[in-house]
T-cell receptor, first 113, second 116 residues
Framework: EAQVTQNPRYLITVTGKKLTVTCSQN?????MSWYRQDPGLGLRQIYY???????DKGDVPEGYKVSRKEKRNFPLILESPSPNQTSLYFC????????????FGPGTRLTVT | AQSVTQLGSHVSVSEGALVLLRCNYS??????LFWYVQYPNQGLQLLLK??????LVKGINGFEAEFKKSETSFHLTKPSAHMSDAAEYFC??????????????FGKGTKLTVNP
């Protein structure tokens, strides 16, 4: 089944404790992206990647890092999480060509205390 | 840069009634437009997309949307609401990101409640 997977689905952590949220897709998509969803704000892009070893900032990149060492994986790294990073995170992917619709993972709900 | 406005953060309809969720985008150049649905505790699922092939776009679950260039609108409709349509709906438009790639810009979402 074609899908985007994320792990973990739920995470509660403390301020300053480094964490990684994994994202993997099995559709051979070149483009991958991370979003955060907050009430009343919709989805905002954090980082995106056009292909392996090519990443760039989205609209809200502060406090986040990403890497793209393999085409299928695009982990999101919070090196020193803070309470304002409590949010619902989505990974998405799409082919570079075509109509640009993105395929979303199930989401990761992160709470930073 | 593109922006998307969804009128009404909450819409409530009766089962069997017309569903109308409004979306306006900012650009005068017809972009790619999308509607996504998010059911409780789930990710986003594509409902339909506009890619300039036809102004009336049909999607899944009986939804459709009409692209109106003169009004820069892409409203989502369904003739008869079902209880299972209760969800949050997001309108999105493609836009150019820094570095020249395209990205999706989302509206803030409209939560649809369907009353029995």
């Amino acid at each position: 089944e074609a899908q985007v997977t994320q792990n973990p689905r739920y995470l509660i952590t403390v301020t300053g404790k480094k964490l990684t949220v994994t994202c993997s897709q099995n559709m051979n998509h070149e483009y991958m992206s991370w979003y955060r969803q907050d009430p009343g704000l919709g989805l905002r892009q954090i980082y995106y990647s056009m292909n392996v070893e090519v990443t760039d900032k989205g609209d809200v990149p502060e406090g986040y890092k990403v890497s793209r060492k393999e085409k299928r994986n695009f982990p999101l790294i919070l090196e020193s999480p803070s309470p304002n990073q409590t949010s619902l995170y989505f990974c998405a992917s799409r082919p570079v060509a075509g109509a640009k619709e993105q395929y979303f993972g199930p989401g990761t709900r992160l709470t930073v205390t | 840069a593109q922006s998307v406005t969804q009128l009404g953060s909450h819409v409530s309809v009766s089962e069997g009634a017309l569903v109308l969720l409004r979306c306006n985008y900012s650009s005068s150049v017809p972009p790619y437009l999308f509607w996504y649905v998010q059911y409780p505790n789930q990710g986003l699922q594509l409902l339909l997309k506009y890619t300039s092939a036809a102004t009336l776009v049909k999607g899944i679950n009986g939804f459709e949307a009409e692209f109106k260039k003169s009004e820069t609108s892409f409203h989502l409709t369904k003739p008869s609401a079902h209880m299972s349509d209760a969800a949050e709906y997001f309108c999105a438009v493609s836009d150019l990101a820094q570095g020249g790639s395209e990205k999706l810009v989302f509206g803030k979402g409209t939560k649809l409640t369907v009353n029995p």
